[in-house]
């Protein structure tokens, strides 16, 4: 099945400790992406890539690292999480960005 | 910069039809919507690349005024799967030419239909 797999669903962590979400295409697209979603603000990007080792800020990169080493990972890393950091993620990929698959969301809560 | 979308937000009764509008202070080369349905990710609707191009998805269209800077979400006769959060987005332009990685969306249209 054709899909973008996104780990964990749900994760609670302290200010400070260094997190790694996990996202993962099995459907060889070059362009993926990283949105936050908060109430009434929508989805904002992160980041975003166009193929390996192409990486690029979104609009709201502050706090955020991302890397690009093979064409179906694309993790989001935070080094040193905040509680302004606490959001509902999403990871997104698309064939040349005609149309983004998203995928289910990883709900973080810094505390 | 965002897209503005609107209206905030509409309540319809089955059957009935909505407008979504969606502008831009700077020129829009494309434009994507998509639906969220509470809980789940947002899914893709449909691309209109070019000023003047109307697409269809189920009962659901849209077109695209390149000069004017905006496009139009169409809900005809809806239905109760149709309630959501609807989000346009503009793709900002890289150098050299059309760039589709920097997708910026408008702050959603929250859509509710009743039985």
């Known amino acids: 099945e054709a899909q973008v797999t996104q780990n964990p669903r749900y994760l609670i962590t302290v200010t400070g400790k260094k997190l790694t979400v996990t996202c993962s295409q099995n459907?060889?697209?070059?362009?993926m992406s990283w949105y936050r979603q908060d109430p009434g603000l929508g989805l904002r990007q992160i980041y975003y890539?166009?193929?390996?080792?192409?990486?690029d800020k979104g609009d709201v990169p502050e706090g955020y690292k991302v890397s690009r080493k093979e064409k179906r990972n694309f993790p989001l890393i935070l080094e040193s999480p905040s509680p302004n950091q606490t959001s509902l993620y999403f990871c997104?990929?698309?064939?040349?960005?005609?149309?983004?698959?998203f995928g289910s969301g990883t709900r973080l809560t810094v505390v | 910069q965002q897209p503005v979308q609107s209206p905030q937000a509409v309540i319809l009764r089955e059957g009935e039809d909505a407008v979504i509008n969606c502008s831009s202070s700077k020129a829009l080369y494309s434009v994507h919507w998509y639906r969220q349905k509470h809980g789940e990710a947002p899914v893709f609707l449909m691309i209109?690349?070019?000023?003047?191009e109307q697409k269809g998805h189920e009962k659901i269209s849209a077109s695209f005024n390149e000069k004017k800077q905006q496009s139009s979400l169409y809900l005809t006769a809806s239905q109760l799967s149709y309630s959501g959060t609807y989000f346009c987005g503009s793709p900002n332009p890289g150098a050299g030419g059309t760039s589709y990685g920097k997708l910026t969306f408008g702050q959603g249209t929250i859509l509710t239909v009743h039985p």
């Open positions: 209109l690349l070019k000023g003047g």
């Open positions: 459907m060889n697209h070059e362009y």
């Open positions: 890539s166009m193929n390996v080792e192409v990486t």
């Open positions: 997104a990929s698309s064939l040349q960005g005609y149309g983004y698959t």
